[in-house]
């Protein structure tokens, strides 16, 4: 793995297996959909909470614990 830099503050893990012609082509497509990636939770627009948000229900006076 190996960073690509599409701005200058956001990299990008791409594979180091590809060949420079496939780098480049896959770099050309990343920046031209650019806005598809999600930089962060936040960037992601019009998709629910439900879908990568879970809420553990539990009683008052479980206490968890541990386990191997």
Avoid: C
Avoid at 1 to 18: G, Q, R, T
Avoid at 37 to 49: Q, R, Y
């Amino acid at each position: 793995m190996k960073y690509v830099f599409l701005e200058e503050d956001k990299p990008v893990v791409i594979s180091n297996a590809l060949t420079a012609e496939e780098e480049s082509r896959l770099v050309d497509v990343l920046k031209k959909h650019r806005e598809a990636i999600g930089w962060h939770i936040s960037d992601l627009k019009e998709i629910s909470l439900a879908y990568y948000m879970h809420r553990i229900m539990m009683e008052e006076d479980y206490k968890p614990v541990r386990q191997p």
